[in-house]
């Protein structure tokens, strides 16, 4: 592709080339161009519905310490909590029976939740009620990985938040970008879809960077794609900066929007969120944007007080999830995108057809 001018006819990859430069374009309208092409592209492939999760998080302890997030364990200011089993498996179901397909447990790396533990609260929730369980704990083994997916888990998120190695172990310093990789790789083989994304506006992440990351969606053939701006939280070590724009991505709404264009543009029918962090910088058009920029998903807090104001990745600003029930956060919804709601369970269209592209390993051992 030339230039921005021949975006109308959007080829099925975008180079590396095209990609940066959209991301580092001002112009208002190629923007407004960009986003036009992944809401065309969005609506063939996905169709117009919104899916909703319910999003549980189950325990705020972790023993990683991610540089940039509330929860890492060497944050000793947080007040730590842990979901029981029972209260887990009454919130699934409360969230089924108001009307959520899908729940999403996540947590901080937390070992109390053994393989063991995890297995029963699936088979409990899956015994008791009709919802597709997603989870995000983390890094786990395969063979962990592989028990959860037979006791009726389906679908797991880790982002692998920037593919630029020095960058991600700069800022994860007990942690390897290609365990990351494998653990996806992974994922992909059990059979779970595949959710993965990452975190826009890192200190010290360039256009070029994210321009890779974007790249890597589609090489994986991510399910899912999750990116939300990095918000500065002044309990961790990452500090806030103001980066030089003509190098750095900057962690604003903007830079979020283009990457879900982009991300739709190049993987055509995968699952996008409004991600919360993008709604605690733009509660009031964040999610308005996003729809209109390629996304197709959202989640909803369903975490009980007192532990929801507890999980403090970010500083918590009021207002993003202060829809009480699912019926009054899809007429937020239907309302602000003019779109509706899905009452399905909301797969990824290849996964329920069958035309999933399985990408080679880069890695072939198991861990
Ligand atoms: N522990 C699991 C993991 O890391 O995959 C799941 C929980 S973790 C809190 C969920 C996501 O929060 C991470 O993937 C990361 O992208 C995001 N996150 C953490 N701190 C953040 C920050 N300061 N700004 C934006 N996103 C952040
Ligand atoms: Fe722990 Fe996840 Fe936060 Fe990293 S991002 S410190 S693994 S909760």
Not at 32 to 56: F, K, N, P, S
Not at 102 to 122: A, R, Y
């Amino acid at each position: 592709m030339k230039g921005h001018g021949t975006l109308e006819a959007v080829p099925d990859e975008l180079s590396a080339a095209d990609i940066l430069r959209f991301l580092q374009t001002d112009d208002p309208a190629v923007i407004a161009h960009l986003y036009r092409t992944a809401d065309r592209i969005r609506a063939e492939y996905v169709g117009d519905e919104i899916h909703i999760r319910a999003l549980l998080n189950i325990s705020n302890y972790c023993i990683r310490n991610c540089c940039y997030c509330g929860l890492r364990r060497d944050n000793r200011e947080l007040v730590r909590y842990r979901m029981t089993a029972d209260e887990i498996v009454a919130a699934a179901r409360r969230a089924a029976a108001q009307g959520y397909r899908t729940i999403v447990l996540q947590s901080g790396e937390d070992p109390f939740f053994t393989e063991e533990i995890v297995c029963d609260i699936i088979a409990q929730i899956r015994s008791s009620c009709d919802i597709v369980i997603t989870l995000s704990l983390g890094e786990r083994n395969y063979q962990t990985l592989m028990r959860w997916f037979q006791e009726g888990a389906r679908r797991y998120l880790l982002k692998y938040e920037t593919s630029d190695p020095t960058l991600y172990q700069a800022i994860h310093p007990d942690m390897q970008f290609q365990d990351r990789i494998r653990m996806l790789e992974n994922l992909k083989e059990i059979g779970y879809q595949t959710g993965t994304g990452i975190i826009v506006g890192l200190p010290g992440q360039t256009y070029a960077s994210v321009a890779d990351d974007i790249l890597l969606f589609h090489k994986f053939d991510a399910d899912m794609i999750a990116c939300g701006p990095f918000i500065y939280n002044p309990k961790t070590p990452l500090c806030q900066t103001t980066p030089d724009r003509q190098r750095y991505i900057q962690p604003d709404a903007v830079s979020v929007y283009k990457v879900i264009a982009l991300a739709r543009i190049m993987t055509r029918d995968t699952l996008i969120p409004a991600t919360t962090a993008l709604r605690m910088i733009t509660p009031r058009d964040g999610v308005r944007m996003a729809f209109q920029a390629g996304a197709n998903v959202i989640m909803h807090n369903v975490t009980p007080q007192p532990y929801a104001a507890l999980y403090e990745i970010y500083p918590q600003q009021a207002g993003v999830d202060q829809f009480p029930t699912r019926e009054a956060f899809v007429s937020f919804l239907e309302s602000a995108t003019g779109r509706t709601v899905s009452h399905g369970y909301g797969d990824r269209r290849a996964v329920v057809e069958g035309k999933r592209r399985h990408p080679e390993r880069q890695h072939v051992a198991r861990p």
